[in-house]
């Protein structure tokens, strides 16, 4: 809980307050000391211990376990800037391998050492000055709506090799979100940098709301792209596939207008989004429609591909919703 303190004056004129005794003696401060004072845009005061000195790196240790894979992502969410993976005698190959797949999948985290018994990650994004999350979202989304166009016209067409990248592109968006989440977490953390990049505490909660939507979206894709690998190049007749396309121009539609009104902060567009509501289910319905007449094999990849639009749409309408 904050603590208040009256702001007394000098006879000269001079304005000062005085400092918590325990909060000095915890920072070492003694007679002479200088600290550091920043002023935020809304006019609030940082006072910081540590005067003209640069931050402290964070270092994590991990040792070899069944969940490696996924304390290395926490690490790295968290902000730690080195995250070092010691093992009592040495590390097998099945862990060296999780070691080295986790690493390639997060943005920034390089292997700095690499011996028998250790492995040393760093983040070469220690300050996310350069990386705004306004930008990484924008960068996201657009890799997500050219997921969905691509990995339609693969369904349609039975294009194998036209849904396989889609499923690469998929990582690629992966390693966006998680670094878009570890800069937030460090805004968080950090109040000052938080004034500087002009991105506020319920900025940051929005931004990662929505940053969850768009990464939920390109996993409908991937589901799109297997179910067109299951059916093995076999292509849709017309009627389905013109559906299917009409389905998918809109779910794009709602997309795009999604995150631009988000951006925005602009209801006219959200509800714009709202309201395509109509066509989505008329197109599912149409397609559900016709579902007797297509072949047990193709029947269940169809319908499940249909979901999958639809769940993109929704995350749409999510997104949208964050407007107001």
Known sequence: MGESRKVQQTPTGTFFVCLPRDW???????????????????????????????????????????????????RYLLGYDTINIVAKNRIDTAARNIIK??????????????????????????????FLPGKILQRNCGLVTGMIRDVSTSFVNGDLE??????????????????LVRILRTIIQNPRLSDKLGVTPIDCLDYRLAASLIEGIGDACVQIAQNTIALN??????????TLIELQSICCEANENAFKAFLSKDISIAEQVRNLH??????????????????????????????????????????ADLVV
Do not use: H
């Open 233 to 242: 190049g076999i292509m849709l007749s017309e009627e389905p596939k013109k």
């Open 101 to 130: 797949s986790t690493a390639i999948s997060l943005a920034g985290l390089e292997i700095v050492e690499e011996n028998s018994f250790k492995i040393s990650l760093q983040s070469i994004s220690q300050q996310p000055f350069g």
């Open 24 to 74: 000095a003696k915890r920072n070492n401060l003694s007679k002479g000391s200088k600290v550091n004072f920043e002023v935020a845009s809304d006019g609030a005061l940082f006072i910081d211990s540590k005067y003209n000195t640069e931050p402290e790196l964070r270092v994590a240790t991990l040792g070899i376990g069944p969940f490696l894979g996924r304390e290395i992502i926490g």
């Open 162 to 179: 036209l849904a396989k990248s889609v499923v690469a592109r998929d990582n690629e968006s992966n390693r966006l979100y998680f670094l």
């Open 278 to 319: 109509p066509k989505v289910e008329a197109s599912c319905s149409t397609i559900e429609r016709v579902a007797k007449d297509w072949s047990v094999d193709m029947l269940p990849q169809i319908l499940a591909a249909v979901s999958s639009l639809r769940q993109i749409y929704e995350r749409s309408v999510d997104m």
